[in-house]
């Protein structure tokens, strides 16, 4: 941070900034100009009350923050990608890789044959929702734990890795005994006692974007995970709310690149939560794929007449199917391949 001082600041001006630096531990290094005298300040993370209470010192006319409000999710903290191994999958090496399944787990039969349905078509993680965050407590919530059996009974078939919502703090350690992947939703991402808790789990975590975050905010809630120990973060751009209503959110494509460029951490595109329209999947898929996104999440359901939630965005086994033939040859032409799936390993 640099701190500049008013034309004509006083030395006593000067030595109060100073020694507010020493005693928030940061240390600060005088340049004087002709005109006036810049401090710069120098510690490893920089509390931003600090940054306000150092603007409205006497004798300060600017406070300039210089390196970015996060540390351990930014790219100067760690250059290299980072990658997550789950269940025999990786992300963030390169690959795509696909997560689908149904936006609820409706019951067994249907989870288990949407699962194989995925599998066949070549995705590599299964989703499905069990604790579900809907607008209108009229609206389905989700069958609980329940669901979570449903779901690891699907990994059990087909041998996919699984992800699935965690909504509140009393539920991580029921969720974390079923899930691969624990996933916070877009609604949650500031939601802070729950991000401390899973960043004490020991499973890989998906952070959606915020409804209306800017990506610092993203990045920094991505932080509390990490500052608990949690390592594994994986970032969701799912759409952003704007004034648009052709769309049900607008899926901000250029966060992949600008996430990419900020962060080492891998990042996701949920193109069905981000346009609200089946139609609109495909081609926002193959976009994301071609700014370099990580990994796709797709809500697919057998009959999306009948699902339970989302069925206007979710795609049918079919056209799952035919996205991602598509997928394939967009993959090869950027240079961002669909991943290989997992083996299963069948005990016999
Ligand atoms: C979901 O993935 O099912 C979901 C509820 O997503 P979001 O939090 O992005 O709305
Ligand atoms: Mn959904």
Redesign the pocket.
Known sequence: MLIVMKMGASDEEVRGVLARLKEANLEGHLSPGEERVVIGAVGVIIDPDIRAQMSRMSGVEDVIAISRPYKLTGREFQEADTVIEVGGVKIGDGHMVVMAGP??IENEDHMVSTAKAVKASGAQIL?G?AF??RTSPYAFRGLGEEGLQHLATAREETGLPVIT?VMDSRDVELVARYADIL?I????MQNFMLLDEVGMAHKPVML??GLSATIDEWLLAAEYIMAKGNRDVIL?E??IRTYETATRNTLDLSAIPVVKRLSHLPIIS?P??GTGHWYLVEPMARASMAVGADGL?I?VHPNPDHAL??GGQSLTLENFDSMMRSLEKIGEAVGNPLAPQPQLVTAD
Not at 185 to 188: K, L
């Open positions: 936006c609820s989703r929702g579900k965050p919502e996933q939703g877009t609604r949650n959606k974007r969701c799912r759409g949920d069905a939560h999440m809500e939630s989302d």
